[in-house]
Nanobody
Framework: QVQLVESGGGWVQPGSSLRLSCEASGITFSVYTMGWFRQAPGKEREFVGSISLSGETVYYSDSVKGRFAISRDNVKNTVYLQMNSLKFEDTAVYLC???????????????????WGQGTQVTVST
């Protein structure tokens, strides 16, 4: 059974940092491009960032570039999202995704995601 389980969400104040984790099981993690997406209430799901099989290549949406960093540990089968300088508009459910083989740009198109996680809530508020 394939599972992508996100953790690390919560409530933080603007300007704070938060680190999300997504642990995968039931898949050969190292052959999946991994990514993070988010969905705010009443809005469409949007791409946040993606990371290549080896972790050497990353790709971000313009809205988070310079503030967020994605990384992966192929031994722990885990992908991370370090979020810094959080803003009100970063409030959303953050979802982890896996794309078989793939590449970081193709993942951003969200057209052929193989597996999705259930998501973790991030709330940025005073």
């Amino acid at each position: 059974q394939v599972q992508l389980v996100e953790s690390g969400g919560g409530w933080v104040q603007p300007g704070s940092s938060l680190r999300l984790s997504c642990e995968a099981s039931g898949i050969t993690f190292s052959v999946y491009t991994m990514g993070w997406f988010r969905q705010a209430p009443g809005k469409e799901r949007e791409f946040v960032g993606s990371i290549s099989l080896s972790g050497e290549t990353v790709y971000y949406s313009d809205s988070v570039k310079g503030r967020f960093a994605i990384s992966r540990d192929n031994v722990k089968n885990t992908v991370y999202l370090q979020m810094n300088s959080l803003k009100f508009e970063d409030t959303a459910v953050y979802l982890c995704a896996a794309q078989w083989r793939g590449n970081v740009q193709r993942m951003a198109r969200m057209t052929d995601i193989t597996f999705w996680g259930q998501g973790t809530q991030v709330t940025v508020s005073t």
